[in-house]
């Protein structure tokens, strides 16, 4: 959850769009913290200036502006947005897939749908979140490219290769991003308690692995505070990760 | 306060709604995933003999109970979901099993399908899309140069023109004006913008008069000339949410997900919930244990 926090550092004064319950913690616990200039929402069309718990509430809404679905689109489509979405599968260039497993004309198992990948890829930046890291989610090849990854923004003309960003990935096992010389997605920290060995057996495909990679930092005594009492005081985090 | 009278009466019903539809149309649902949709409305083309519709929608359980129903064709959509539940169980199968034909965009081009419809243009231009395979699985998309010095390639997203939209809000009035008091509007006036005929259900019709002391201006977002039929239709929504009136009915929607998971199970389902008028269906879902 850290992790997910982390991917935010930085970011300001955009809209945080964090989709499930890790990475809207993680996204809450980054403006509680080290990035208070985060634009939040409280899942719905209410931007919130305070600390808002997840799960059903209700809980008291300090709210400070009207983020419609209509003005979601704009704002992404102006920049001004980073996402954290899940990826079913991802591969080694940071396509993603939410559209369908199997032959698209008929799926062997239905999904959400692309919802709006194509254009977060497109105009902002994206991060992911897979709670399953294996060889099932991290794939040689997705099935239907939903948000696009490096090699594809590349060929997608100037303004979309320099506009798109897949920041990170974060998993149960580890963080990676593609600060790679040819944009190949590469380990930048294990999680304590894993080993490399587990997480290059769990991916799919080659990984870029440093000679030397860090473990994930554990949060602080105050992130776990904020985390247990303000946050998450039911302890939803639990049902989306076992380990 | 000065009383208005109404000059036109719009007032209809579920039925004669669906009477004005006809096999092989293009019908926009409004709404979002499992909030605010037109259900009483989608129940009565459960109810009739229309087939072959081609359904666009930021899908929920719309899709799902006409797929199931056999009533769709084609459905152009960026997702199907139930929101509490992630996939909508019955779009599942009808995209498994080849049912269904389809038409899969981004979100904000679906959006942008509707009002290019809505201002009756050809297309509008936009990055969405590009790089991904939602070009690769609709051929028919094309790429237009921007005549300017950037030179660039966008996505030319052909208008989403409907033959009939679909629509539930909070309130109405009986001439077409129509007033959502929650918190998001979701994209039911482009809905209703890119239709030829335009039917709006509402839990509520109110004076015109009395608009106003529902909520401020802001919450009137359809007016009376995007709007050909009002159906007062209390509960119109269920089982999605329609904020602030009620919220969804989770129990329901986990019923309604179960059932659609077994064959037998749904047909006691559509027996006890589909196979009756909505006065039945309201009597069915009250009377549940």
């Given at each position: 959850?850290?992790?997910?926090?982390?991917?935010?550092?930085?970011?300001?004064?955009?809209?945080?769009?964090?989709?499930?319950?890790?990475?809207?913690?993680?996204?809450?616990?980054?403006?509680?913290?080290?990035?208070?200039?985060?634009?939040?929402?409280?899942?719905?069309?209410?931007?919130?200036?305070?600390?808002?718990?997840?799960?059903?509430?209700?809980?008291?809404?300090?709210?400070?502006?009207?983020?419609?679905?209509?003005?979601?689109?704009?704002?992404?489509?102006?920049?001004?947005?980073?996402?954290?979405?899940?990826?079913?599968?991802?591969?080694?260039?940071?396509?993603?897939?939410?559209?369908?497993?199997?032959?698209?004309?008929?799926?062997?198992?239905?999904?959400?749908?692309v919802r709006g990948a194509p254009g977060n890829t497109a105009n902002h930046p994206t991060s992911y979140?897979?709670?399953?890291?294996?060889?099932?989610?991290?794939?040689?090849?997705?099935?239907?490219?939903?948000?696009?990854?490096?090699?594809?923004?590349?060929?997608?003309?100037?303004?979309?290769?320099?506009?798109?960003?897949?920041?990170?990935?974060?998993?149960?096992?580890?963080?990676?991003?593609?600060?790679?010389?040819?944009?190949?997605?590469?380990?930048?920290?294990?999680?304590?308690?894993?080993?490399?060995?587990?997480?290059?057996?769990?991916?799919?495909?080659?990984?870029?692995?440093?000679?030397?990679?860090?473990?994930?930092?554990?949060?602080?005594?105050?992130?776990?505070?904020?985390?247990?009492?303000?946050?998450?005081?039911?302890?939803?985090?639990?049902?989306?990760?076992?380990? | 306060?000065?009383?208005?009278?109404?000059?036109?009466?719009?007032?209809?019903?579920?039925?004669?709604?669906v009477a004005e539809l006809r096999d092989g149309m293009t019908v926009g649902i409004g709404g979002w995933?499992?909030?605010?949709?037109?259900?009483?409305?989608?129940?009565?083309?459960?109810?009739?003999?229309?087939?072959?519709?081609?359904?666009?929608?930021?899908?929920?359980?719309?899709?799902?109970?006409?797929?199931?129903?056999?009533?769709?064709?084609?459905?152009?959509?960026?997702?199907?979901?139930?929101?509490?539940?992630?996939?909508?169980?019955?779009?599942?199968?009808?995209?498994?099993?080849?049912?269904?034909?389809?038409?899969?965009?981004?979100?904000?081009?679906?959006?942008?399908?509707?009002?290019?419809a809505a201002l009756r243009l050809p297309f509008l231009p936009t990055r969405a899309g590009i790089g991904?395979?939602?070009?690769?699985?609709?051929?028919?998309?094309?790429?237009?140069?921007?005549?300017?010095?950037?030179?660039?390639?966008?996505?030319?997203?052909?208008?989403?023109?409907?033959?009939?939209?679909?629509?539930?809000?909070?309130?109405?009035?009986?001439?077409?004006?129509?007033?959502?008091?929650?918190?998001?509007?979701?994209?039911?006036?482009?809905?209703?913008?890119?239709?030829?005929?335009?039917?709006?259900?509402?839990?509520?019709?109110?004076?015109?008069?009395?608009?106003?002391?529902?909520?401020?201006?802001?919450?009137?977002?359809?007016?009376?000339?995007?709007?050909?039929?009002?159906?007062?239709?209390?509960?119109?929504?269920?089982?999605?949410?329609?904020?602030?009136?009620?919220?969804?009915?989770?129990?329901?929607?986990?019923?309604?997900?179960?059932?659609?998971?077994?064959?037998?199970?749904?047909?006691?389902?559509?027996?006890?919930?589909?196979?009756?008028?909505?006065?039945?269906?309201?009597?069915?879902?009250?009377?549940?244990?």
């Open positions: 959850m850290v992790a997910c926090a982390e991917a935010w550092r930085g970011d300001g004064e955009i809209l945080a769009s964090p989709i499930g319950t890790i990475p809207m913690l993680g996204a809450r616990l980054a403006r509680a913290t080290f990035e208070p200039d985060l634009l939040l929402t409280d899942g719905e069309a209410y931007l919130v200036a305070n600390d808002l718990p997840v799960g059903p509430g209700p809980f008291p809404k300090v709210v400070e502006g009207w983020m419609r679905y209509r003005l979601v689109f704009d704002t992404l489509w102006a920049g001004r947005r980073h996402v954290m979405m899940g990826a079913t599968q991802i591969d080694r260039y940071g396509n993603q897939n939410i559209s369908c497993i199997g032959d698209w004309a008929r799926p062997k198992a239905q999904l959400i749908g979140w897979v709670p399953n890291h294996s060889t099932r989610s991290f794939v040689a090849q997705v099935d239907m490219v939903s948000g696009v990854g490096y090699r594809r923004a590349a060929e997608a003309g100037d303004w979309i290769r320099q506009h798109h960003e897949i920041r990170v990935v974060v998993t149960n096992k580890a963080v990676l991003d593609f600060d790679t010389p040819d944009r190949s997605m590469r380990l930048r920290s294990v999680h304590p308690g894993v080993t490399l060995e587990e997480v290059v057996a769990a991916t799919g495909f080659e990984l870029s692995v440093p000679s030397s990679v860090p473990e994930t930092r554990l949060p602080t005594p105050e992130e776990l505070r904020v985390i247990r009492d303000v946050l998450d005081p039911t302890g939803l985090r639990r049902a989306e990760v076992s380990a | 306060m000065t009383a208005v009278t109404a000059t036109r009466d719009k007032r209809t019903t579920e039925e004669e709604v995933a499992s909030r605010r949709k037109p259900m009483s409305l989608v129940r009565a083309i459960l109810r009739s003999p229309l087939r072959d519709l081609t359904l666009v929608s930021y899908g929920g359980p719309d899709v799902g109970l006409l797929c199931a129903a056999g009533k769709v064709a084609k459905v152009v959509f960026g997702f199907v979901s139930l929101d509490t539940i992630p996939l909508e169980p019955h779009f599942r199968v009808a995209r498994q099993s080849g049912a269904v034909e389809a038409m899969e965009l981004d979100e904000g081009m679906l959006q942008w399908g509707l009002y290019a991904s395979d939602v070009m690769a699985v609709n051929p028919h998309l094309r790429t237009v140069r921007s005549p300017y010095s950037d030179g660039e390639d966008l996505v030319a997203m052909p208008a989403l023109a409907l033959d009939a939209a679909l629509v539930h809000v909070n309130r109405a009035d009986a001439r077409g004006n129509g007033q959502v008091l929650g918190p998001d509007p979701y994209f039911d006036d482009l809905f209703c913008m890119a239709a030829r005929r335009r039917f709006v259900s509402c839990e509520r019709v109110v004076a015109t008069e009395d608009l106003l002391r529902e909520g401020p201006v802001q919450t009137l977002v359809l007016n009376r000339s995007m709007v050909d039929g009002v159906v007062e239709a209390p509960g119109g929504a269920h089982f999605t949410s329609c904020e602030p009136d009620y919220g969804r009915d989770e129990a329901f929607q986990a019923e309604y997900a179960k059932a659609a998971a077994d064959a037998e199970a749904w047909s006691s389902f559509r027996i006890r919930y589909l196979d009756v008028d909505e006065a039945g269906y309201r009597r069915a879902v009250a009377g549940r244990g």
